[in-house]
Nanobody, 123 residues
């Protein structure tokens, strides 16, 4: 079993940058595909990005492609989401997630979740 804790959220102006981190403990994270999801008020939880077990493959939602970059550091048991050129519509609670499976885009494919970190982008 793995525990996940997000950090790095905050308030930033549109066009700015922010880096989120997810620290894992309790298991070897190289056995997991890692992902980031987000959820804004009144909206469903949506896929943001994922990264394969050793970082060879990444996947991004069209809405963030070219602006966000996911990475992982298995030796230090963490994954990160670097966000550039933030827009007001990026405002949401961002969640770190993990799965031992194939790492698809649906939220129900993931078994382990962090508590979330708030990102607010002001116009």
């Amino acid at each position: 079993q793995v525990q996940l804790v997000e950090s790095g959220g905050g308030l930033v102006q549109a066009g700015g940058s922010l880096r989120l981190s997810c620290a894992a403990s309790g298991d070897t994270i190289s056995v997991y595909v890692m992902a980031w999801f987000r959820q804004a008020p009144g909206k469903e939880r949506e896929f943001v990005a994922s990264i394969s077990r050793y970082g060879a493959r990444t996947d991004y939602a069209d809405s963030v492609k070219g602006r966000f970059a996911i990475s992982r550091d298995n030796a230090n048991a963490k994954t990160s989401l670097q966000m550039y050129n933030l827009k007001a519509e990026d405002s949401a609670v961002y969640y770190c997630a993990a799965t031992r499976g194939s790492g698809q885009r649906a939220w129900y494919e993931y078994n382990y979740w962090g508590q979330g970190t708030q990102v607010t982008v002001s116009p």
